[in-house]
């Protein structure tokens, strides 16, 4: 039998629409009456990826390794000052059933920054 074939390790990657903290800044999820996302979770989240957007929108080249050199850094209320998407994929809110903002919309929304981080955390 003949051998299988290699693996394509070079598969072209995914591109990713990118979103700036400033965009970000501007953006509010959807809100519904009914089972919804805790607002104010939902909105420290939104606000701390953005924070770390702009941490990295601001440097290239050796400052941005720099900056990924502080990833443990905690801020004064203990959380990370930067944030990788596997950080966010795996955030979780409390769900009320008399409103906040639409899961779905939320969910969605994490996934795609996920990504975004993820490309600012790869970038050269």
């Not at 003949?2 to 953006?27: K, W, Y």
């Not at 290239?60 to 930067?82: F, N």
């Not at 899961?103 to 981080?117: H, I, N, S, T, Y």
């Amino acid at each position: 039998p003949a051998p299988a074939p290699a693996p394509d390790v070079a598969a072209p990657v995914e591109p990713v629409a990118l979103i700036t903290s400033a965009q970000l800044r501007q953006l509010t999820p959807p809100m519904v009456d009914s089972t919804g996302y805790a607002i104010r979770e939902v909105d420290a989240l939104l606000n701390a990826v953005a924070d770390t957007l702009e941490l990295f929108e601001k440097v290239e080249g050796a400052d941005l390794q720099r900056l990924r050199g502080t990833q443990y850094r905690q801020g004064a209320d203990g959380a990370p000052v930067l944030l990788a998407g596997d950080q966010i994929r795996a955030a979780l809110f409390t769900v009320h059933d008399v409103g906040g903002y639409e899961p779905r919309a939320v969910d969605a929304a994490v996934r795609r920054l996920a990504k975004v981080l993820d490309h600012h955390w790869a970038r050269e």
